[in-house]
């Protein structure tokens, strides 16, 4: 029952127009890719969908180590997800034990790498007829400060807490455009715990 009421949450913003401002151009310090990477068996509504999982990766292209801060749990509060439909959360954590907001240093070069579903995306479902239309969007990394995570952002309507979250922001950087039209036979299907969210530091550019 949790599920289908954030799953409900998340995908009303999908139907509203573009709202607010987007924050100003990002420096070139970190740079944001992502790709759809595979898909994983979810049931909602007493039906089965295939649900898209993304890779997002923030590198560090600096010479010197990098900082960001997020939740150390709710880690999915740092991205936003843009297109023509407007801002929204493109996944959330749905469950979370110690969450205090962590520090994450980059080295140089480096970066880390986040893995999630994409619960406000729903690509793929299990009969044809019920596919949505294509979605094309960007996700981005809300690059708030240690003590502007700490504070947080609860208690405000979605719609207006993304846009707290960037006005708030001292960046978010962008990923390349994808796109919930894929081969779903070119992905992997996640099973066990790779259909949860994670995130880790990758060394030598992986």
């Known amino acids: 029952m949790r599920?289908?009421?954030?799953?409900?949450l998340l995908l009303l913003p999908l139907c509203g127009p573009v709202f607010g401002q987007a924050a100003p151009p990002a420096p070139d310090d970190l740079v944001v890719t992502a790709e759809i990477v595979g898909y994983s068996k979810w049931a909602y509504a007493g039906k089965k969908y295939d649900?898209?999982?993304a890779k997002?990766?923030?590198?560090n292209t600096t010479?010197?180590?990098?900082?960001i801060s997020m939740m150390s749990c709710d880690w999915p509060e740092s991205w936003v997800a843009s297109g023509a439909r407007g801002f929204?959360?493109?996944t959330y954590q749905p469950s979370c034990d110690k969450n205090t907001p962590a520090i994450v240093t980059i080295p140089a070069g480096e970066a880390v790498v986040f893995k999630c579903p994409l619960f406000g995306i729903n690509a793929y479902a299990g009969n044809p007829e019920d596919l949505n239309g294509v979605i094309s969007f960007k996700l981005g990394f809300i690059d708030l400060t240690s003590q502007d995570v700490w504070d947080g952002f609860y208690g405000i309507?979605?719609?207006?807490?993304?846009?707290a979250k960037i006005q708030k922001a001292r960046a978010v950087?962008?990923?390349?455009v994808i796109t919930n039209k894929i081969d779903i036979n070119a992905v992997e299907k996640l099973l066990g715990d790779d259909r949860y969210l994670s995130y880790s530091l990758a060394w030598n550019g992986k």
């Open 88 to 90: 929204f959360e493109p």
């Open 173 to 176: 950087y962008w990923s390349n």
């Open 3 to 8: 599920l289908r009421f954030f799953l409900l």
């Open 51 to 53: 649900m898209l999982h």
């Open 56 to 59: 997002m990766v923030v590198r």
């Open 63 to 67: 010479n010197h180590p990098r900082e």
């Open 157 to 163: 309507p979605q719609k207006e807490r993304i846009q």
